[in-house]
């Protein structure tokens, strides 16, 4: 029996692949692949095994009810199947992590002694700049594009040689690293299937439709940055995991793709700044391209792309109105949510359930902001 664990990256259609895993599970089955029960973090129709990450990370947010990995070695035990499969952008944290690799490897090898991690490459300019979206709608620290992206790129995280050559040259699983053009060009399904070696007709599958996590475009940046802030002031006690914050984050994206805020693409980069990030990445990148491909970085690093990024100073009449608005209504709605939550005596940790996956990504961005990655 083979593992095969999906450990993201994240921003890089995994939730769109745990969509699918959802939608096929029958259909895996068939064909011999398992996603274990135990473990799962089943949220807006998402197959994935966060709790199973959370559990090895000693991360708050695992639940001891959502299943453990004892659960899962016992469940999987008495499965007839070649090949097991997880899914989890968390594991990626570990795997990249060299105080946590050991206990990653030692945990790997009680389920097969036939291990293949499967990581998708991202452009890590693009990556961070998608990653920064994610804390903006998920009321991370309002920090300005700058600041997270500088951070970012000296917290070594995408610095993929120093990430992940502990696996790519040891002999303990099998690396395998997807490179994002070609994983999107052929679909993640397809893509994921390819690497297990599973041949399923498209006709059998069942393939949603649409981005799975829209990004905000420049305006909703600053819009929900602008929310964020003045939340964070008129409420002493803001946490961005209560209820009412994600509620409200889910309430303010909607009405910003109403207001056509997500149709145009954010760029946070401007060309200096960018070419910076560049030097700083380039070698470790090539080296890990060569390693890993034995070829040349092979995906367009976007460091002269000109940024959409704005400044609510600048923007027109009109806009700066609707923004006001919007900043209005979002305050009333989350003063509404926190009197709702306090009728129900629901407080964050009850409401934890009903984060969606998204707070994975988030996660990531705030601990590489912060360094501790």
């Not at 029958?26 to 973090?41: E, F, K, S, T």
């Not at 097969?112 to 709608?137: G, H």
């Not at 502990?166 to 994983?183: C, I, N, S």
């Not at 893509?191 to 498209?202: A, E, F, K, N, Y």
Request: glycine share 6%; charged share 25%.
């Amino acid at each position: 029996m083979r593992l095969v664990v999906h450990m993201g990256a994240t921003k890089t259609a995994s939730t769109y692949l745990q969509k699918c895993f959802a939608r096929n599970e029958d259909v895996l089955r068939a064909r011999g692949i398992y996603l274990p029960y135990a473990g799962r973090r089943m949220a807006s129709s998402n197959l994935n095994h966060h709790n199973l990450a959370w559990q090895l990370l000693e991360d708050r947010r695992y639940k001891p009810a959502g299943g453990d990995w004892s659960d899962m070695l016992a469940e999987i035990a008495n499965i007839d199947t070649d090949v097991v499969l997880m899914s989890s952008e968390a594991f990626a944290r570990m795997a990249s992590d060299q105080k946590l690799r050991p206990t990653l490897t030692k945990r790997l090898q009680e389920v097969s002694d036939d291990v293949t991690l499967v990581y998708v490459v991202r452009d890590p300019l693009a990556r961070i700049n998608s990653m920064y979206s994610q804390t903006v709608k998920t009321f991370a620290p309002p920090n300005t594009f700058d600041e997270y992206a500088v951070k970012s790129v000296k917290s070594g995280f995408y610095d993929l040689e120093t990430a992940f050559r502990y696996w790519y040259e040891g002999d303990t699983v099998k690396f395998v690293a997807l490179r994002f053009d070609e994983f999107v060009e052929v679909g993640p399904m397809q893509s994921l299937l390819q690497t297990v070696g599973v041949d399923i007709p498209m006709d059998n599958l069942s393939l949603p439709s649409g981005a799975a996590n829209p990004s905000p475009g420049p305006v909703a940046v600053e819009a929900m940055r602008l929310v964020n802030a003045h939340l964070r002031v008129i409420d002493p006690e803001f946490s961005r995991r209560s209820g009412a914050t994600t509620k409200l984050s889910q309430v303010a994206q909607r009405k910003g793709s109403k207001l056509g805020w997500f149709d145009e693409k954010y760029w946070g980069w401007d060309v200096e700044r960018a070419a910076w990030a560049a030097r700083r990445l380039t070698d470790s990148n090539q080296r890990f391209a060569q390693a890993v491909w034995g070829i040349d970085w092979p995906l367009d690093v976007p460091a002269g792309k000109k940024p959409t990024a704005l400044n609510l100073l600048e923007v027109p009449p009109k806009t700066l109105k609707s923004v006001a608005s919007y900043v209005d209504q979002m305050t009333k709605r989350y003063i509404t949510l926190v009197k709702q939550q306090s009728r129900v005596g629901g407080g964050a940790e009850e409401e934890e359930a009903d984060i969606n996956d998204m707070t994975i990504d988030s996660d990531e961005a705030e601990a590489l902001a912060s360094g501790s990655l």
